[in-house]
């Protein structure tokens, strides 16, 4: 007996075509170009994509120094620091 993995009643064959399947750019650009109700707003600036930008850069640098951390030093343990301090500054921010 064959099982069909159904998602809200949709083939998943049809649903990986469609993740596979691919848009010209001229489409894109025309729906970028659109204006009206159900079209996204840009309202990011310069400031905002350069501190986004640097953001992701602390928080990369952020996880290669734990991960250093938990194989060099501590081990397990780095995965305990971590919850104290999400309780420690739950604490110190209602």
Do not use: C, W
């Amino acid at each position: 007996m064959q099982f069909l993995i159904t998602l809200h009643g949709k083939n998943p064959d049809r649903m990986a075509k469609n993740y596979f399947s691919r848009k010209p750019l001229s489409v894109l650009f025309g729906e970028a170009d659109e204006v009206g109700e159900h079209t996204l707003k840009r309202t990011l600036g310069a400031t905002h994509l350069v501190l986004l930008g640097i953001g992701a850069i602390i928080g990369a640098g952020l996880f290669s120094i734990t991960g250093g951390a938990a194989a060099n030093n501590a081990g397990p343990a780095v995965t305990i620091s971590f919850i104290i301090a999400v309780f420690a500054m739950r604490n110190l921010h209602p």
